[in-house]
């Protein structure tokens, strides 16, 4: 059976946690997962969780300095070399593996920092069987005409915005 391509976008809190439990829904059925995240440092709560996993393998670029909106343009600069090299080398390793999960990878093409072309060609030359998952926010056309699934989280009211910060374990 074909693997499909899943979008979880929005500005709704969930895009990460409904990857993680497709993740999770994977690897219990005995499929192989590579997971990665994009903009994040490896240090969410479910990424422990996730490396403990038999059939998950968790990959992070170590390279990359925090939030893209704070870095300087030396900063921004190899944040783009280095996650483009990233991405090549995430989607290498998944080429045996049953589900790709490609955290904020939409907020990697968004600000430019992998090349939305690559993508792009990456989504239509990947394995046949290959299940492929990218969250994030704003998905390009091209993205969206791409998958199978379109997952839209809406934002109606976040603790976030009463001033109350992330929790660790709820949010992160």
């Known amino acids: 059976m074909a693997g499909l391509i899943h979008i979880y976008c929005g500005d709704g809190k969930g895009k990460t946690t409904a990857a993680v439990g497709l993740a999770l829904r994977a690897a219990g059925a005995g499929k192989q997962v590579v997971f990665t995240q994009f903009f994040k440092d490896g ?35 190899q944040c783009r070399r280095d996650y483009t090299q990233w991405f090549r ?3 290498q390793a998944a080429m045996d593996a049953d589900l790709l999960v490609l955290d904020e990878m939409l907020s990697a093409c968004t600000n430019g920092v992998v090349p939305l072309e690559e993508v792009e060609a990456f989504l239509k030359t990947k394995p046949e069987k290959l299940e492929v998952v990218l969250t994030g926010r704003n998905p390009a056309q091209c993205l969206l005409d791409a998958a199978d699934y379109v997952t839209e989280m809406c934002k109606r009211k976040h603790p976030f915005d009463a001033g109350i910060p992330a929790r660790k374990g709820i949010e992160f």
Request: glycine share 2%; with cysteine; hydrophobic share 35%.
């Open 43 to 77: 240090s969410s709560s479910e990424i422990s969780l996730l490396k403990q996993m038999p059939n998950i393998r968790v990959m992070h670029c170590k390279t990359v300095p925090g939030f893209f909106f704070r870095m300087t343009v030396e900063q921004k600069e």
């Open 89 to 91: 080398q995430v989607t």
